[in-house]
Structures are given as C-alpha cells and as structure tokens.
C-alpha cells in the first residue's frame, strides 16, 4: 500500500460476517487516510466558515459607524449583533439568503431595514454547523481533532481578512461598501455547491451502498491508497427502530428536493436529543457552548467599544488620536485566533476535548481578571489578545467535540441545536454585556464573563465520555450504559 506524504498512515480493520470479510465506513476511512481528496472538501467547508466570520466581524465596524450616521442609542446598536445571532437558526440551502440580504443591506435606507436584513443574513449563516458535519465524516477516527481544527484557520483568516478589508474600505468608500463586498465568499460558495460529494456515511445510512463504496473508492485512488479487502457494510443501529434509523439523519449537502423534509421525521430527531442516554450530554453541551459564544463574542464587541471613543463615560480605554484605532485593535485582536488554534491543535489530542477546553476556559479567566481594575492601553489590549487566544481555543475545540458526541443518526440535529444554543449567547450577549460596557460598568461586564467561562468548564468536565481517538458511530447503543453515543 502508498500513500503520499499528507495522508495520515493507514488503519485496516476487517471483519468477518458469515463467511465475507467485511468492513464499514469508518474503517475504510482508516485505511484510505486523509489526503488529496479531503483537500478541495475541506477548502470548500473552509469558505463557509470564513464567509461567517467575514459576517460576524463586520458587526464591530458597521454598528459604531451607523450610530453615528443615524444617531442610534447604544441598544439600537447592540441590536444590530442580536439579529444576526438570532437568525441564525437556517439550514445549508440558507446560503443563498446569506448572499442575497447581506448584499441588500448594503441599500439600507434606515435603521429597521437594516435590523431586518442583517437578521436574514444569520438565518443564512445557520448552516455553519452543517458544514462541519459534512467535512467531519470524511476525516478519518485518527488525529479527527488536528484535522477538524484546520477549519478554525479559515475562521481565523475571514475574521482578520474582514479587520483589514474595514481599515481600508470604510474610511474611503464608506460602512454600506463593506457590507456588500463581504458577501462575495457566500457567493462562492453556491458558485461550486453542484460539485460536492455527499456523505458516504450518510449514503450508507439510506441503503445506498454501491453509491457509498464509489465515492470511498474515488477517496482511496486520489489519496494513493486502498480500501480494505471485503464488502462494506452500514454500521449496526442498534436502539433505532426502521423508521427513525432511516429517516432521521439529514442529508448534509442535499439537493432542494432532499431538503423537504418531513416535520414529524424532524421533531422525532430533535426528541432524541433529550433520550435517557444523549439528555445530559445534550444539557451539559448547550451550557458549555452558550457560555462560550457569549465569552468569544464579548471579548471581540469589548475590544470594538473600547476603542470607538463613544462612550459616554471615557471608557473608551483603547481609544487613541489615530482615527483608524478602532481598525488597528480590532486586526490585532484578531490576529490572537492564530495562537489560539496552535494551542487547541497542540493539546487537543494529547489531553483530549474535555480538558482542552477546560484548561482555555481556565486561562480565558486569568488574562480577562486583571481588567477588572483600570490598566494602560497597552496592557488592555495585551490582556484582551490572551483571552481572545484563549476562548477561540476553546470554541474550536468545543465545536468538534460537540460533533463527535453525537451519533450520524442525530449527528446534525444534535450539532444544529447546539450551535443554536451558543447563538443564543451571541444574542444576548450584545444586550448585556455591552450594555454593561457602555454604561461605565466595565467590571461588571468582566466579571460575568468569569462566571460564564467558570460555569462553561465545570459543565463540559461533566459530559459522560471524551471523544478523543474515538470512531464516530451510527446510531445509540443501548447495550452500553455508560458509552453514551461513541462507538468503539
């Protein structure tokens, strides 16, 4: 067997069903590795995450320059981020929402209208979830999570792509020019929708096998590897009945005629999120990401007040005589996402997911506790860089192992309602914490996020089982006890 030089080394495992040797998804994956083909799955799941971010960043630069235009209140302001985070709630097909009213926002004649479209774009950008999952089940069991952070780099680069393209564009052409142009990776993304590969796993699910081993076949050919010897076969469902193991997993990438799905089917998945063996996984999960999404959020909005030279009370602590200061701090705070997924990918499969996040959370607190105290310029910024660095370490880490957590059969459903959950933390938290902000109450807002992060890794230590070097399975086993939903 070869291999090039990027595919991880291979992993056969067969078994014998009567007579035939056989093998499933997840052992294929194993001895095919993770090369050339992954490549272009993984850029192309990667464009959805930089066009998310690239959306969520501008809210830093367009909120202060339309206070300022239409002469907002600071909540005016705050909504602005509540509505995107509140409409993110869509599916895949959404992304050509996100293209269409993130372009139109650009013509906003007044506030509302603003409010409105801004809100359709997070409903567009509620797909982010699905992408994931989709790239996840091409990824072999083997350094899952180094492969899987590598999306966290296209998070990274929209996000300080976004701080550079507002330095250069709003100050010459104006906020409504950076709306529009910060469409354009949407846009690339329905540009190559009608080339990507569907799931094999998720072929598997729905009896299509012969269309599953083609595509493994295909992965195995461009990697320069092989598949191993036997039939494959669907994982086992175990704890499912017919019509739930068939019906309930959504086609990630699916055409629109795949997509109208039926409700009851969707109501069935969502119910099994809250089964005897996923509802503490589930709770415990939906906590740890709130807290984080509030955390992440608030870090980027704080570094954004603090430096516009709004305030009513001077604690604009970042504001300097440079006019492009709020440009300046912003890029640089963005920057910290770079060091922060060299620490998740560093330990993340040396200490697993848990403690990974964990052990950001604990270090998220130590940078933001010296401002609950007045500090200079210069240690302020340093400090919100450290817990920048640290919350993106833990919400790349807490995204993967939310994914893996789950079972194929309610991967999506699990992944989706999670991600919702930490969306709502994005939703409150320019409400709150920024509000905190921007009326003098800076120590207040510092110490909720203590608490958040506190909370966060208290409740993602209590999560039954870590995924770590794990396989992903299909369905609930309900022989086991205490595996919850990891196949081993």
């Not at 994956?29 to 995450?49: H, I, N």
Request: hydrophobic share 50%.
């Amino acid at each position: 067997m070869t291999a090039t030089p990027m595919n991880e080394p291979a992993e056969t495992s067969v078994r014998m069903d009567g007579e035939n040797l056989v093998y499933t998804v997840d052992e294929a994956l194993a001895s095919v590795g993770f090369g050339k083909f992954q490549r272009p799955v993984l850029v192309y799941a990667g464009l959805a995450f930089i066009a998310e971010a690239m959306e969520v960043m501008i809210l830093s630069f367009v909120g202060p320059a339309v206070k300022s235009q239409w002469d907002l209140s600071s909540s005016q302001e705050s909504l602005l981020s509540t509505a995107v985070f509140g409409g993110m709630k869509g599916f895949l097909g959404a992304t050509l929402l996100t293209c269409g009213a993130g372009l139109l926002s650009a013509f906003s004649p007044n506030y509302a209208y603003l409010v409105i479209l801004r809100c359709l774009v997070g409903s567009g950008l509620g797909g982010g979830s699905v992408f994931s999952s989709w790239f996840l089940e091409f990824v072999p069991a083997s350094h899952r999570g180094k492969r899987m952070l590598l999306l966290s780099w296209f998070w990274a680069f929209g996000s300080i792509f976004e701080a550079f393209l507002a330095w250069m564009v709003v100050p010459r052409l104006g906020w409504r020019w950076l709306l529009a142009v910060s469409c354009l990776p949407a846009f690339a993304l329905l540009l190559f929708y009608s080339h990507v590969p569907e799931s094999p796993r998720y072929l598997c699910m729905k009896g299509r096998i012969n269309d599953a081993y083609n595509i493994l076949e295909k992965i195995a050919l461009l990697n320069q590897s092989q598949l191993p010897p036997g039939e494959l076969v669907p994982d086992s469902t175990i704890g499912l009945d017919e019509e739930s193991a068939t019906s309930e997993y959504t086609p990630l990438l699916s055409t629109t005629e795949k997509m109208d799905l039926d409700f009851r089917s969707g109501f069935q998945s969502f119910l099994m999120l809250f089964s005897s063996k996923l509802i503490r996984t589930t709770l415990l999960l939906w906590e740890s990401l709130f807290g984080n999404v509030f955390s992440y959020y608030g870090i980027i909005l704080l570094t954004s007040e603090l430096s516009s030279g709004q305030s009513r009370c001077g604690s604009n602590l970042l504001k300097s005589e440079n006019p492009d200061s709020l440009y300046i701090n912003v890029f640089i705070s963005n920057l910290a996402e770079l060091p922060g997924i060299v620490l998740s990918a560093t330990i993340v499969d040396r200490i697993g997911r848990k403690l990974t996040v964990a052990v950001a959370f604990v270090l998220a607190g130590i940078f933001l506790l010296p401002l609950v105290y007045h500090q200079s310029a210069t240690l302020t910024m340093s400090f919100l860089f450290g817990a920048r660095m640290s919350t993106k370490a833990a919400l790349s880490v807490a995204t993967i192992y939310g994914l893996e957590l789950y079972p194929t059969s309610v991967r999506a459903t699990g992944a989706g309602a999670a991600y919702a959950a930490g969306k709502v933390g994005g939703m409150i938290c320019p409400l709150v914490a920024v509000g905190l902000v921007t009326n003098c109450q800076i120590t207040e807002a510092i110490i909720l996020f203590e608490v958040l992060m506190a909370v966060s890794a208290v409740c993602v230590m209590f999560i039954p089982v870590d995924t770590k070097g794990q396989k992903l399975c299909d369905s609930i086993d309900v022989s086991d006890s205490k595996q919850v939903v990891v196949g081993q």
